[in-house]
């Protein structure tokens, strides 16, 4: 592998049979954290951009790890995990415009890291979910990266809120006042909340996206926003595959094992590579 980012590496660790590399690039305001997710010993692969979750006000590359292992391993593709930019310090559109920013970067420097440019496809949970739908948005309508296939796991696609299951009947871990909260740091304009690249529930301009698979918890209440993207996507012809996980809670759903499995096939599929055998989910 060659010399990846303009910034040092700061740990390069191999952790059973995928090597993780950390490492910095520039981005539209300050510099964007990264780590390499890639199996050993493997020739060309896709690249995946996985986004973790945390509201938008929390989280880091830490929470992305498992997730990023098993795709890394189980497809195999090379995953680059990205630290956007949280709110309250920097709010929309800072996060969608780092995401912008790290896809640019994995596109133009994809031989570097034994990747394919042609071949990238987007991921992400809880508001990382929501980063990687507005990302497809994004590079549809600028045209410059192609996205081939965007996989969401609980994600938060709604700030109006409207569509939130009942926390109560649900047994949900996550609830509207979180998600409240979150929405009010992270998008602190109103008119905000109706952006699409922002708010994807409230895009009427949906065709032309790439194929999606979305996994929703049942004990979750951003299930029924997830679930009613997922049909706004198959209405305007985008092929999209929707499955809702018994009795997984919203944090329990980045690391299920089920879930992680159903990525990972279509993924593979988008990407053509041949389908797997099950691999073990890594140690998290």
């Known amino acids: 592998m060659n010399s990846l980012p303009a910034f040092p590496a700061r740990d390069s660790t191999p ?14 305001a300050g510099i964007i954290p990264m780590r ?66 790290a896809a640019l970067w994995a596109v133009a420097h994809a031989p570097d890291f ?13 508001a990382g979910g929501n980063i990687a739908a507005c990302l497809a948005l994004i590079a549809r309508d600028r045209g410059v990266v192609a996205v081939s296939a965007q996989a969401l796991i609980g994600p938060m696609l709604d700030p109006s809120m409207t569509r939130l299951g009942d926390a109560t009947r649900l047994k949900s871990d996550l609830t509207a006042a979180d998600c409240a909260d979150c929405y009010r740091q992270y998008l602190p304009q109103l008119m905000q909340r109706i952006h699409p690249y922002a708010a994807p529930l409230e895009s009427r301009r949906l065709r032309g996206l790439p194929p999606a698979c979305i996994a929703t918890a049942e004990c979750d209440v951003l299930h029924v926003e997830a679930e009613r993207y997922a049909a706004e996507l198959i209405a305007v012809g985008v092929r999209t595959q929707v499955a809702r996980f018994a009795d997984v809670t919203h944090a329990a759903l980045r690391s299920h094992l089920p879930a992680l499995e159903d990525i990972v096939h279509f993924l593979r599929r988008q990407l053509a590579l041949p389908l797997p055998s099950t691999a073990p989910l890594p140690a998290g």
């Open 114 to 126: 034994g990747a394919d440019p042609l071949r990238l496809a987007v991921a992400g949970d809880d």
């Open 15 to 28: 952790t059973g049979t995928v090597t993780v590399h950390a490492f910095a690039i520039p981005g539209p």
């Open 36 to 101: 390499l997710y890639r199996p050993a010993g493997v020739g060309l692969l896709p690249t995946v951009l996985y986004f973790h979750g945390g509201g938008f006000v929390g989280g880091g590359l830490d929470d992305a790890d498992v997730p990023a292992r098993f795709i890394a391993q189980a497809c195999p593709a090379a995953v680059l995990t990205v630290g956007y930019a949280l709110a309250p310090k920097r709010p929309f559109p800072a996060a969608p415009e780092d995401a912008y920013a």
